[in-house]
């Protein structure tokens, strides 16, 4: 049983930073693409980021420059370093995991999820 819980979030002033982070347990971490998704109220999730077991990176436009994805094998985390953060960053931050290696941007291709976290930006 793969079991997702992500850390962090919260309030922050827009122009400061957040850092969240996500575990995985279950299976070989170092194995699988983790990713990171959002969803604001009354919108669909989105993508924001993903790193694949061979460290690969892909960040969604509207976030690139600004976020920071990474992830350390040795502790079985991933973490999303977010700047510069924005109102519209608004939004319950989920991470996911599935059965691929390779980062996909789409949230069907991912089995697993968590709980997700809110990151609240207030102007």
């Known amino acids: 049983q793969v079991q997702v819980t992500e850390f962090g979030g919260g309030r922050v002033q827009a122009g400061g930073s957040v850092r969240l982070s996500c575990t995985a347990s279950?299976?070989?971490?170092?194995?699988?693409?983790m990713a990171w998704f959002r969803q604001a109220p009354g919108k669909e999730r989105e993508f924001v980021a993903a790193?694949?077991?061979?460290?690969?990176?892909g960040y969604a436009d509207a976030v690139k420059d600004r976020f920071t994805i990474s992830r350390d094998n040795a502790k079985n985390l991933v973490y999303l370093q977010m700047n510069n953060l924005k109102y519209e960053d608004t939004a319950i931050y989920y991470c996911a995991t599935g059965t691929y290696a390779s980062w996909i941007d789409t949230a069907r291709s991912y089995e697993y999820w968590g709980q997700g976290t809110q990151v609240t930006v207030s102007s």
């Open positions: 790193i694949s077991s061979g460290l690969k990176i």
């Open positions: 279950g299976r070989t971490f170092s194995h699988y693409a």
